[in-house]
Each structure stands twice: as structure tokens, then as C-alpha cells.
């Protein structure tokens, strides 16, 4: 397992954009205006514009882990998974799980 991404949801993209650029110093090395900037590379920090994205965790601060076996782990979590994709034509397979407690996770 490796973390991937960390990610970070905001009303106010650019001000958010603006502060984690100029106030603290981070290298913006990607965006999608109006949807997402992100910083940094392997892992990353993604600012994400709140209600961008569909699935359950679009509100709240997301952790990716890569793991060799996704598969594997979602057969072993089944109880958990609250959303997977098998992965479109050139695009990763991905998950969505959370604890016990109820917090999501991508």
C-alpha cells in the first residue's frame, strides 16, 4: 500500500487555491478550472471544488491508498464498500469504503 492523494474539498476554489499557492508556497502542478488544483506529485494534494464530483465522499476530506490488489482488498472489506468501479477503458479501478463509525473513504 501506498498513499496517493490527499484531497480537500472548498466552496471557494480559488481562495483556497490562492492560499495553499502564495500564502504557504506549494507548487501548483495541475488544475481543472472550476474543479479541481492540485500540488505537489506522488502523493498529492488535491483542492477540489465542493459537489465537483457524485460520490459519497465529495464533501469531506478524502485519503487515496493505491493497494496491488483491488480486488483482493474489496472481497476482503465487502461489508464496507460503498461504491466500486471497475475502471473505464484507460482509467484505474477504484473504491469508496468506510468504518465502522460511518466515515467515508475513497
Same mark, same amino acid.
Given at each position: 500500500?501506498?498513499?496517493?492523494?490527499? #484531497?480537500?474539498?472548498?466552496?471557494?476554489?480559488?481562495?483556497? !487555491?490562492?492560499?495553499?499557492?502564495?500564502?504557504?508556497?506549494? #507548487?501548483?502542478? @495541475?488544475?481543472?478550472? @472550476?474543479?479541481?488544483?492540485?500540488?505537489?506529485?506522488?502523493?498529492?494534494?488535491?483542492?477540489?471544488?465542493?459537489?465537483? #464530483?457524485?460520490?459519497?465522499?465529495?464533501? !469531506?476530506?478524502?485519503?487515496?491508498?493505491?493497494?496491488?490488489?483491488?480486488?483482493?482488498?474489496? #472481497?476482503?472489506?465487502?461489508?464496507?464498500?460503498?461504491?466500486?468501479?471497475? @475502471?473505464?477503458?484507460?482509467?484505474?479501478?477504484?473504491?469508496?469504503?468506510?468504518?465502522?463509525? @460511518?466515515?467515508?473513504?475513497?
Amino acid at each position: 500500500m501506498r498513499l496517493a492523494v490527499f #484531497e480537500l474539498y472548498f466552496e471557494d476554489l480559488e481562495s483556497a !487555491k490562492r492560499f495553499y499557492r502564495d500564502t504557504l508556497g506549494l #507548487e501548483l502542478t @495541475g488544475e481543472q478550472s @472550476g474543479h479541481h488544483a492540485q500540488f505537489g506529485t506522488n502523493p498529492f494534494l488535491c483542492l477540489e471544488r465542493r459537489g465537483a #464530483e457524485s460520490y459519497p465522499s465529495r464533501d !469531506k476530506a478524502v485519503v487515496f491508498i493505491e493497494v496491488s490488489e483491488l480486488q483482493a482488498m474489496v #472481497e476482503r472489506l465487502r461489508e464496507r464498500i460503498l461504491q466500486f468501479e471497475a @475502471g473505464a477503458p484507460g482509467r484505474p479501478a477504484w473504491a469508496v469504503l468506510h468504518d465502522r463509525k @460511518g466515515t467515508t473513504y475513497s
